[in-house]
């Protein structure tokens, strides 16, 4: 088990480095130019040269890709453009409200998808599981942005009950959790049912149902643990897309976390903050794929990596 886990830590480092090497690209693909934007639209030619060759724009791309890599492999990702701060300290000042905007739109998530996923398998083709089906395919088929608007007109503007800005209380987090986990939730309930029902077909259930077992014991006790290995895959993929997805409902609530930051980068350009967000995405992402491999073998001793 070791060495499969720092075999997978090793294998994050050629993963990143191609990941730097497309971001970087990308960004220098994008249109506009940084300097004009910095510059602002009122700046005559020669503002925008000297502010160009501050940023350091004026070199060849080569030469420019060169100074970013050889200070990304040091740890360093540069000062942002636009705040003229460390990128880091861009980053890690917006972290901490996306963790837990994640977070929250996860527990919430996780446990009405497998509430629901769970009850409409149990009572599978009848009324329960009918109308949890019908609120999955509406959560997953309703934009989130449209989702957030709708939320906010309601809970703020005509109730007043919720906040629509900020993250300074619990009450900030309902409406943008909601909004951001509902697809989410929609989704786990889904593929809950599904593999629950696969699972209450084996021939183990039925085993246990013959020697007397109660039927909340069978579902809790055998069918819970072998129909939570394909959820878990699920629950880790979507626990990055959280991570990574939060763009437009970070940026429908001003929530000041990383989706916003993002967002605010691509419009101005900021080469830097947009490539060190790629990246940390990417981490995340793999990371996360690492913990999910890790939670097969504890709930499934049967499962060993070698």
Avoid: C
Wanted: zero cysteines; proline letters at 5%.
């Amino acid at each position: 088990m070791l060495n499969y886990f720092f075999k997978r830590l090793l294998g994050l480092i050629p993963t990143l480095l191609i990941v730097a090497v497309l971001v970087f690209l990308f960004v220098h693909m994008l249109p506009g130019d940084p300097a004009r934007l910095i510059a602002g639209p009122e700046a005559d030619a020669q503002v925008v040269a000297l502010v160009r060759q501050q940023l350091g724009l004026d070199q060849p791309l080569w030469q420019q890709f060169w100074h970013y890599i050889t200070n990304v492999l040091q740890g360093d990702f540069g000062m942002s453009m636009v705040s003229r701060r460390p990128v880091a300290e861009e980053i890690a000042s917006r972290f901490m409200p996306t963790f837990w905007l994640t977070i929250a739109s996860m527990v919430w998530a996780m446990l009405f998808g497998l509430a629901a996923g769970i009850v409409a398998a149990v009572w599978r083709n009848r009324w329960p599981d009918r109308i949890g089906m019908a609120l999955a395919v509406t959560g997953i088929s309703f934009p989130a942005f449209a989702l957030g608007m709708l939320l906010m007109q309601v809970f703020s503007v005509e109730l007043g009950w919720l906040p629509t800005v900020g993250a300074d209380s619990w009450r900030h987090y309902v409406l943008p959790s909601v909004t951001l986990g509902a697809a989410v939730a929609a989704v786990m309930a889904r593929f809950t049912r599904a593999s629950f029902v696969d699972v209450l077909n084996e021939d183990y259930m039925r085993t246990a149902r013959a020697k007397g077992v109660s039927e909340k014991w069978v579902i809790l006790k055998h069918g819970l643990r072998n129909a939570m290995i394909p959820v878990v895959t699920m629950m880790g993929l979507q626990f990055g897309f959280l991570l990574g997805g939060s763009i437009v409902v970070e940026k429908v609530f001003n929530w000041p976390g990383l989706g916003r930051l993002l967002v605010d980068s691509v419009e101005m350009r900021d080469y830097p903050v947009i490539q060190a967000e790629v990246l940390l995405f990417s981490l995340e992402f793999i990371l996360i794929n690492l913990v999910v491999d890790m939670l097969y073998a504890a709930i499934n001793p049967a499962i060993r990596y070698k």
